[in-house]
């Protein structure tokens, strides 16, 4: 990681900031259908949701919940599932690239994928 000009790391970097701004401007600002009430709920109470728990989620959602924003309660524990997504979309992009430098490895005979190829499929795929 000495080279931020690598192109898997500017690749890391879209793809974090394109999928925060996505997954950002769709949040639920309010309460939806089915347990999201449930778990706002018990997050702001630090109550016990239904079985099995989710006993992380209530505890990060209180954690969201005690930050001073001009947002009502319910966006601020759906942002949750807002700062989760991103970090699921940047481990694809890890792991898409992990296995086509792999795959590259494998087939040394035939032509080498350039570095921005990889990344571009890379975030494609996340």
Not at 76 to 92: C, D, K, M, P
Not at 96 to 111: K, P
């Amino acid at each position: 990681m000495n080279n931020l000009r690598d192109p898997r790391i500017v690749g890391a970097w879209i793809v974090g900031l394109a999928s925060l701004v996505v997954y950002t401007l769709t949040v639920a600002p309010t309460v939806a259908f089915w347990d999201v009430g449930e778990f706002i709920a018990t997050a702001v109470t630090m109550g016990v949701p239904h079985p099995p728990g989710a006993p992380t989620f209530v505890l990060l959602g209180r954690l969201f919940t005690l930050a001073p924003t001009p947002f009502g309660v319910a966006a601020e524990v759906n942002y949750i599932s807002v700062l989760s997504s991103v970090l699921t979309a940047l481990l694809l992009y890890g792991i898409i690239l992990e296995v086509l430098h792999l795959w590259q490895e494998s087939h040394e005979d035939r032509s080498q994928i350039p570095h921005p190829v990889q990344a571009l499929a890379a975030a494609t795929g996340a």
